[in-house]
């Protein structure tokens, strides 16, 4: 027997007869609350990895030395440049589900989940045969440093083991975010991250495994992350996928449109940054670790920004699907004064306190010395990426999901690499290299400020609710959300 799902028994909170999960409710009442129910478990999703990375890099510091420390570290700017492009589309899962339910249109979601959870296992199987084969050679091109090279090669390898079950957790994490769960991601991360550092002690320490037993750890606990969160999906009856769930091309096309360019944006961008790590190889493996160590910290304040980015996205997805457009721009002032805030004050607290922060990870002087600069010219600005993530948040909540890749395309990633080689290519000093990160981040951020701000004035935010915009084929402020991209020319839901 074929089981369905009634609509408004799915997003009426008050339905007594609603037996689903408690869904939040995006649409209705004060939104401060909801956000940050959304947003922090998030942001602490990502910290959550970050710190049990950061066990890795400390474990494997302590028990194997610095030349193994440095071998993980400087595999960081490469994974990102292999897993980016498929880590990307998941925000396009998101934003469909988000759609679908702003509208009230939740009975074929399994059908989404399933298309969703193919495009996960494909990429991941494509992303194993990458990482494997393409590791050695990428890393001698980035010049990693000779007595790091058997050891970062023998990490990737391990590492990229672990692929499918990664995408298989990154795209279910991306379905549950859609209505809104933020919480079980959270959990999974919890559970999985004390299984790792366990097996990080095991492995290291105990079975002597070096960098590869790091790797394996990882890979073990992207196993258990993919079994629990398809575990807690086919619990779910809005979710669970049934014997009419199909792939469907238009759910395909869908989730590509929205998500490859984000993919893209994170290719591109981790291109610059593997240039940048290439330079900072040529200073040798005491600064490729120093600079590694401090990487963390930006991750720790990166979160609390990308939390609010993905509230931005799955929010203004929902409202601006079911037109409620001053919902909207509530949406986007809340998330950034929030991520704003909230990152200044990591940002201060983390480079005033640079050189004890650093010593958690290394006792070298020179790594140390590299840390502490870093911290300084990049940290000290790490609030900026809230003025392009929150506004590409919104603008791809809207479906407009080129427009954020291609200037952040040109803002992190042309003008990084121009920069690496004219200014820093003249003056090769560690610090002029760090400083095009803020740099970078004001034009990017002031680029999609502008561009939020008028695509919002011409899709009527700023109009009274009975105005009409022939132009943009747009017949009232409540019917918004058909309006036709004009940026990359898709239609609009």
Known sequence: MIFRVDNIEQINPDNPKRKQRKQMDMLHGPMLKNILIFALPLALCGILQQLFTSADMAVVFWFEGSVAQSAVNSNGALVNLLINLFSGMSV?????????????????????????????????????????????????????????????????????????????????????????????????????????????????????????????????????????VMWFIMKDGLFKIRRTSRVRKEYVKRIIVIGLPAGLQGVVFSIANVLIQSAVN???????????????????????????????????????????????????????????????????????????????????????????????????????????????????????????????IIGSCILRIVWIYSIYAVYTYYWLLMIIYPISWIVTGVALMISYYIICYKAGFYKKPHAVDNADGIASAEAAASVDEATDGTAEV
Request: proline share 3%; charged share 10%.
């Open 282 to 408: 040529a200073f040798g493996s005491s600064a490729v670790a120093g600079n590694g160590d401090a990487v963390n910290f930006e991750y720790y304040v990166y979160f609390f920004v990308n939390g609010f980015a993905s509230s931005t996205v799955t929010f203004f997805g929902q409202n601006y699907a079911a037109g409620k457009l001053d919902r909207c721009k509530q949406v986007f002032k809340i998330n950034m004064l929030a991520a704003l805030i909230i990152s200044t004050v990591l940002c201060a607290v983390f480079t005033l306190c640079a050189d004890a922060f650093i010593r958690i990870y290394t006792n070298d002087k020179v790594a140390i010395e590299f840390a502490v600069i870093r911290m300084w010219c990049v940290l000290s600005g790490s609030m900026l990426p809230c003025l392009y993530e929150i506004a590409g948040g919104a603008l791809r909540g809207m479906g407009h999901s080129m427009l954020p890749a291609v200037f952040t």
């Open 92 to 228: 396009g899962v998101t934003v469909v589900i988000a759609e679908y339910v702003g509208k009230k249109k939740t009975d074929d979601l399994h059908s989404v989940v399933l298309t969703s959870l193919i495009i996960a296992a494909v990429s991941g199987v494509v992303l194993l045969g990458l990482g494997i084969g393409v590791s050695a050679p990428l890393l001698k091109l980035m010049d990693t440093p000779p007595e790091t090279l058997p050891l970062a090669t023998e990490y990737l390898r391990v590492y990229f083991i672990g692929m499918p079950f990664l995408m298989i957790y990154n795209f279910g994490a991306a379905v549950l975010r859609g209505v809104g769960d933020t919480k079980k991601a959270l959990f999974i991360l919890l559970v999985t991250g004390v299984i790792n550092i366990g097996l990080n002690v095991l492995f290291v320490a105990a079975c002597k495994m070096s960098v590869a037993g790091v790797a394996l750890a990882t890979v073990i606990c992207n196993v258990a992350s993919a079994t629990l």
